[in-house]
């Protein structure tokens, strides 16, 4: 069996792959996936897979986009560390769910019902399961936060979000920083923090900076068809926009 994952998270995906190697050996992870666009782009230039796990909320947004573009025939696992959906009642045939962290016994039990339904799986029920699911949880506010987590000596002290101008990876520690230059460590990982974050009011640069909205000041054309952002505070470096992501930065930066 040939599967793959989609996951924007680099140790959730990691955990998976290695739990899916102790329980299924037989089963070939073919790609892990982290976006949106790469799962399309990945899907339109490859045969259907057996199987896929899915993360629900990817970084760039919901996973459910994708059925927008692509008609996923394959059985799917969801993945999601958000326990408030109601994912119980698609808990059907070729639908089925995992609440993060994955554990052995879930999973186990995941693959288990998916050998035992293989044969009577009907691929238009799956479709229309998912119209409905992708329904009900448009409907569903997700609790963005309004304020972090911060060490500061030996306390915990929350932030508000809108004093972040940007979020950036320095020698594998996550750093926050203010619009009033301030510099905190957070401890949470940057796909946690863009999970938790409006992404109306913050964007995923690149894998090393996440930045506000608010702090934009300007952008220039780079080499290469890419954008370097400027921002209203001291970045240690250029915030670099690939050119995969330019137009949707442009659009985010203009609603």
């Known amino acids: 069996m040939k599967a793959i994952i989609i996951e924007d998270e680099y140790l959730a995906a990691q955990a998976l792959s290695n739990l899916v190697e102790e329980i299924a050996p037989d089963m070939e ?3 892990v996936l982290e976006s949106i666009d790469e799962s399309i782009e990945w899907f339109g230039s490859h045969p259907m897979p057996d199987l896929v796990f899915m993360d629900i909320h990817l970084a ?5 986009v994708i059925f927008e573009k692509i008609n996923i025939t394959c ?3 969801f993945t999601t560390a958000y326990d ?3 994912l119980k ?6 639908v089925d769910y995992l609440l993060k962290p994955i554990n052995r016994k879930e999973l186990e039990r995941a693959l288990t019902k998916l050998k035992r339904l293989a044969p009577q799986m009907d691929h238009r029920n799956q479709a229309e399961l998912l119209n409905n699911l992708m329904l009900s949880l448009q409907h569903k506010p997700v609790p963005y936060k309004s304020s972090l987590l911060i060490s500061v000596r030996d306390k915990l002290i929350p932030l508000q979000v809108k004093e972040i101008a940007f979020i950036f ?16 460590s957070l401890d949470i990982t940057m796909e946690e923090i863009m999970r938790q974050l409006d992404p109306q009011q913050f964007f995923r640069a690149n894998r090393q900076y996440i930045i506000a909205r608010s702090a934009v000041k300007d952008m220039a054309v780079w ?10 505070v001291t970045t240690p470096e250029k915030v670099m926009i690939s050119r995969n992501n330019v137009r949707e930065f442009k659009e985010w930066v203009t609603q």
């Open 29 to 31: 992870i073919l790609a």
């Open 60 to 64: 760039d947004g919901s996973s459910f």
């Open 75 to 77: 059985p799917i696992i």
């Open 84 to 86: 408030e959906y109601d």
């Open 89 to 94: 009642a698609f808990e059907v045939n070729s």
């Open 169 to 184: 990876i320095d020698a594998k520690v996550v750093k926050t920083v203010t619009f009033s230059e301030k510099n905190y």
């Open 223 to 232: 080499f290469g068809n890419k954008l370097a952002v400027s921002l209203k």
